[in-house]
């Protein structure tokens, strides 16, 4: 089993930037395979990121793409969220969550994660 600890979050005004930090227990980090996930008031959550296990292949929501890196340290059992050019339709609460994936596979859908964190709250002001 794996805990997840986001952190990073905040307030920031539109164009701004944040790097969310999701710090993982355990010794099999590098098994999992992680993914950044958000959920707005009153909207279901959403996939954000995903990233593979050793890092060599990242996905992005099209919201996201060219705006969000996604990127992991194994020896840190971390992984990050850079977010750049933030706009006010990304206020959410931002969720890290793990796949033990068997095979590998990266999914983008919230029902494949095992493990997920607590959240951390990211605001954008217009």
């Known amino acids: 089993q794996v805990q997840l600890v986001e952190s990073g979050g905040g307030l920031v005004q539109a164009g701004g930037s944040l790097r969310l930090s999701c710090a993982a227990s355990g010794r099999t980090f590098e098994t999992y395979v992680m993914g950044w996930f958000r959920q707005a008031p009153g909207k279901e959550r959403e996939f954000v990121a995903a990233?593979?296990?050793?890092?060599?292949?990242?996905y992005y929501a099209d919201s996201v793409k060219g705006r969000f890196t996604i990127s992991r340290d194994n020896a840190k059992n971390t992984v990050y969220l850079q977010m750049n050019g933030l706009k006010s339709e990304d206020t959410a609460v931002y969720y890290c969550a793990a796949d033990r994936a068997v095979y590998g596979v990266v999914y983008t859908t919230s029902e494949q994660y095992d493990y997920w964190g607590q959240g951390t709250q990211v605001t954008v002001s217009s």
């Open positions: 990233i593979s296990r050793r890092g060599s292949s990242t």
